[in-house]
């Protein structure tokens, strides 16, 4: 491996990174050359916060989601096998942090 990313590669993004990208005007650059992912938490994080974000940085959510390659749902369960399966990993569920069982 090489350390680049391929062009049409899937790269999985965050909330942060969406926000990030749609205030630095980067986003169509980064959907244009890769298949951008994210899960349905982080497309429901940028719809929240608004009232301390600038009117220019304002995401619409149906454009967020026809720009992106896919959205997923993790479900509760895939959440616990993630946590049974890597150690000390601290899950940051709908901005709380709580125990999964």
């Known amino acids: 491996m090489n350390g680049t990313l391929d062009r049409g590669a899937s ?3 965050d909330t942060n ?3 990030e990208a ?3 005007r980067a986003w169509v ?3 244009g050359g890769w298949r951008v992912e994210t899960v349905e938490d982080c497309v429901t994080e ?3 916060g608004f009232q301390r974000r600038h009117p220019e940085q304002t995401i619409a959510a149906a454009e967020l989601r026809a720009s992106l390659a896919a959205v997923h749902t993790v479900t ?3 959440r616990a096998e993630l946590a049974l399966r890597v150690q ?3 899950l940051d569920v709908s901005g709380q942090r ?3 069982f």
């Open 22 to 24: 749609h205030r630095t």
């Open 88 to 90: 000390d990993i601290a």
């Open 76 to 78: 509760d369960r895939a």
């Open 98 to 100: 709580r125990p999964l």
């Open 46 to 48: 940028t719809q929240t």
């Open 11 to 13: 790269v999985l993004v």
């Open 17 to 19: 990174t969406i926000i």
């Open 29 to 31: 650059a980064l959907t």
